[in-house]
């Protein structure tokens, strides 16, 4: 639609420029015409009155003058003569002529040169022609006398004439604005649309065929070629379905998104799959009054997204975007991804109060500080806990009501926002097969203790037929928490927890990201400019890019880089560290107190080696979107990712699967379960400045063959176990305990 309005825009602009363009000619001719027309006239007048006044002049008779002006005036649009002496004074005049029209210029002129004058003048308002000739007595010039026409009808009939033909025009821009939309959706965008709405469903997998037989001579031979493309198309896609579909049991084959789908078709026989989570895979909000959406920071979404994708299904999350009621339905549903639609996302309304208590409170200043061991005291509140019950609840109700028809459901619970939903649900419904995965670690038990309400989260945790960590690290510290928190039986040979004869499998899971084969044959080059519009000009550069949390160990990483700069000089205004930290959770006092130090610690930092506008640090305060990552990711010699205490951390694996060119050196806490995966990262400890001062010494000498050779490492480990595998393996082990 737009595009037929900018079309429209330039065709009625193109005809408004020519109408106008034409009015001004006609415009121009008319007043010359109509000008010369009254000249004629008052000339004409004026010469049949010359005699008669210069007789009266002459014997002095000014009643006669007086009479023989008074006749003529109001005759053929003669507005007013006038008679003067020989030193311009009036002697005879027509009533009611403005003053300042008789005051004309033209009867000294004509006196002087013994010559008729004449042109326009003004007066009240209106334009007057006038025209002067010379009296004489004998051969002598004794006076003048004037003629004065009224003019104002050639001004009435220039705007009349400029009148009707705006009137045309705005009529002629109705109609071929109207004729071109109609003409232009009917033969171009019609057909086009409905060209690429068959292309769409062919390469989504949903139509054989992207041949509509629009009819339209124009794009018969675009639908031709279309037409063997998308057979060519389909024909591929069958191959590799029928590959993906031969390699399900060959664990050393890559997997891709096709092959996931074999899987699902294959093992699950496509049954549904229903994914809850607290953060929305998509976001819409109004920027300027135009709706748009975001992809969140979230390890979580960046995993689970190409899982939907590639299965469909439903994913139920809050909707927390200021546009997301306006872009669902009446039952909070949208189609997404919003350019590719593959699966259905159902948003759940929270009200202020439970964002606080069930958000803010229990989840993020209770259970996420509690799982992190990044010396932060976790704060519980009661009033968040019975909010957190509430907004679990919530979930649970709306969920059972999707899944009130479908047999066998299976749904994968995520995060530390539902500890109490896989019970509710299992409560409800016992054919439901429900997979829980922990995103974040797991503490020991001793730490996990301190929460008053324990016993409930595990309960609810163990309503789940399979519990996932990152680590096998994390489901030891669970399945002892559970031991001493919860009257179970717990079997450590095959990890599982029974519970009111209902037993829970505890299984690691290292979760990934959708890396297949590697991206294009040649390395990509990435645009530099960015850096410039940044004001970086450093040959040496560092990245970080994570939320803004206090887990991420922001602070230790830029008091490693003044550490690391005091060490070695050589490096001042060469290196650069260049840090992303998206907003995150900013409605909590403590997050926003954080950011504030954050920003604080750069500026000190800053402020201590800054020389003729180079400083070492580059704070970015805002969300980036993944192709801007991937840009940078290509950009940077390091990548520092050093978590006090993390999960898993997918950065780090974001950064391997972009550096298709196999350089750069990823640098990496221990307190990351990434770094059980990825060998060839210089492996650190985050809390020691030194030690981390020393690891980026060492990366930016590190020889380009170690780089190859540690990154090539890095990039197959991530190839071999992508998020298609991990989803594989989850679902295989969620449907193998039914």
């Given at each position: 639609m737009k595009q037929i309005f900018l079309f429209v825009i330039a065709v009625v602009g193109l005809v408004t420029g020519v109408v106008l363009a034409l009015t001004f000619i006609e415009v121009r001719e008319e007043r010359v015409a109509l000008v010369e027309d009254l000249a004629y006239r008052t000339q004409f007048r004026a010469e049949g009155l010359r005699e008669s006044i210069e007789l009266s002049y002459v014997d002095n008779s000014t009643e006669a003058l007086q009479r023989l002006v008074d006749r003529f005036t109001d005759r053929e649009r003669i507005a007013g003569i006038a008679v003067y002496d020989s030193s311009g004074t009036?002697?005879?005049?027509?009533?009611?002529?403005?003053?300042?029209?008789?005051?004309?210029?033209?009867?000294?002129?004509?006196?002087?040169?013994?010559?008729?004058?004449?042109?326009?003048?003004?007066?009240?308002?209106?334009?007057?022609?006038?025209?002067?000739?010379?009296?004489?007595?004998?051969?002598?010039?004794?006076?003048?006398?004037?003629?004065m026409q009224n003019a104002a009808y050639i001004d009435a009939s220039i705007a009349r004439i400029w009148m009707d033909n705006l009137l045309g025009l705005l009529v002629q821009a109705l109609f071929i604005s109207l004729a071109i939309a109609l003409l232009t959706r009917w033969m171009v965008f019609r057909p086009l649309s409905r060209l690429a709405d068959s292309m769409r469903a062919v390469r989504m997998g949903g139509g054989k065929s992207a041949s509509p037989q629009s009819g339209q001579w124009l794009l018969r031979p675009l639908e031709s070629e279309i037409s063997r493309i998308t057979e060519s198309l389909t024909k591929a896609r069958t191959v590799a379905s029928e590959e993906a579909r031969m390699r399900l049991e060959k664990l050393d084959s890559p997997w891709t998104a096709?092959?996931?789908?074999?899987?699902?078709?294959?093992?699950?026989?496509?049954?549904?799959?229903?994914?809850?989570?607290?953060?929305?895979?998509?976001?819409?909000?109004?920027?300027?009054?135009?709706?748009?959406?975001?992809?969140?920071?979230?390890?979580?979404v960046t995993a689970l997204e190409p899982l939907m994708e590639a299965c469909g299904g439903m994913w139920l999350a809050h909707g927390s975007g200021k546009a997301d009621k306006e872009t669902a339905d009446a039952e909070g549903k949208i189609q997404v991804p919003p350019d590719e639609p593959r699966y259905t996302l159902k948003r759940v309304w929270l009200t202020a109060k439970d964002i606080q208590g069930f958000y803010t409170g229990f989840s993020n200043e209770s259970l996420w500080p509690l799982c992190h061991m990044a010396h932060t005291r976790p704060v519980f509140r009661k009033e968040d806990w019975a909010a957190y019950k509430r907004v679990n609840g919530k979930f649970a109700e709306t969920l059972l009501a999707e899944i009130k028809n479908v047999q066998h459901p299976i749904i994968l619970v995520q995060d530390y926002h539902f500890a109490l939903l896989p019970r509710m649900i299992k409560k409800s419904r016992p054919d439901a097969q429900v997979g829980l995965f922990w995103h974040i670690p797991w503490p020991s038990a001793e730490h996990f203790s301190i929460c008053p309400w324990r016993k409930e989260i595990l309960e609810g945790m163990l309503g789940a037929d399979?519990?996932?960590?990152?680590?096998?690290?994390?489901?030891?510290?669970?399945?002892?928490?559970?031991?001493?928190?919860?009257?179970?039986?717990?079997?450590?040979?095959?990890?599982?927890?029974?519970?009111?004869?209902?037993?829970?499998?505890?299984?690691?899971?290292?979760?990934?990201?959708?890396?297949?084969?590697?991206g294009t044959e040649e390395p990509q080059t990435p645009d530099e400019s960015v850096l410039e519009e940044l004001g970086i000009s450093a040959k040496h550069l560092a990245l970080g890019v994570e939320r803004l949390d206090y887990t991420k160990g922001i602070l230790e990483r830029?008091?490693?880089?003044?550490?690391?700069?005091?060490?070695?000089?050589?490096?001042?205004?060469?290196?650069?560290?260049?840090?992303?930290?998206?907003?995150?959770?900013?409605?909590?006092?403590?997050?926003?107190?954080?950011?504030?130090?954050?920003?604080?610690?750069?500026?000190?930092?800053?402020?201590?080696?800054?020389?003729n506008g180079w400083k070492p640090i580059h704070f970015e305060h805002r969300h980036y979107s993944h192709k801007e990552l991937d840009n940078l990711y290509r950009l940077a010699d390091v990548c520092l990712v050093t978590s006090l205490h993390d999960g898993m951390n997918l950065v780090a694996k974001e950064y391997v699967a972009a550096r298709d060119d196999e350089?750069?050196?990823?640098?990496?806490?221990?307190?990351?379960?990434?770094?059980?995966?990825?060998?060839?990262?210089?492996?650190?400890?985050?809390?020691?400045?030194?030690?981390?001062?020393?690891?980026?010494h060492t990366a930016f000498t590190m020889p380009p063959a170690e780089q190859h050779r540690r990154m090539k490492a890095m990039r197959n480990s991530i190839k071999d176990y992508n998020v298609y595998r991990w989803a594989a393996e989850f679902l295989r082990a969620v449907a193998a305990l039914r």
């Open positions: 009036a002697v005879a005049l027509s009533a009611n002529l403005p003053s300042d029209v008789l005051q004309v210029k033209y009867v000294g002129e004509a006196m002087d040169s013994d010559s008729p004058k004449s042109g326009f003048s003004s007066g009240l308002g209106e334009r007057f022609y006038v025209y002067v000739e010379p009296l004489h007595e004998e051969d002598r010039v004794v006076g003048a006398f004037a003629v096709e092959r996931l789908k074999e899987f699902v078709k294959a093992y699950l026989r496509n049954r549904p799959i229903y994914v809850v989570s607290n953060r929305e895979p998509y976001i819409h909000d109004k920027v300027k009054g135009e709706v748009s959406y975001t992809v969140p920071a979230s390890g979580m399979l519990v996932g960590f990152h680590t096998q690290q994390h489901c030891n510290n669970f399945l002892e928490t559970v031991g001493k928190e919860v009257e179970s039986l717990i079997d450590f040979e095959h990890f599982t927890a029974t519970r009111d004869e209902h037993v829970s499998l505890i299984k690691p899971f290292p979760i990934s990201i959708a890396f297949t084969n590697g830029f008091k490693a880089v003044e550490f690391f700069l005091d060490a070695n000089p050589q490096y001042r205004g060469d290196f650069a560290l260049l840090q992303i930290a998206a907003p995150s959770r900013e409605e909590s006092e403590k997050y926003r107190a954080y950011a504030a130090a954050v920003a604080e610690e750069a500026e000190r930092v800053n402020k201590k080696f800054s020389t350089a750069g050196v990823l640098i990496l806490s221990q307190f990351t379960g990434a770094a059980r995966d990825l060998k060839g990262a210089i492996i650190v400890n985050p809390y020691s400045a030194e030690e981390l001062s020393a690891a980026i």
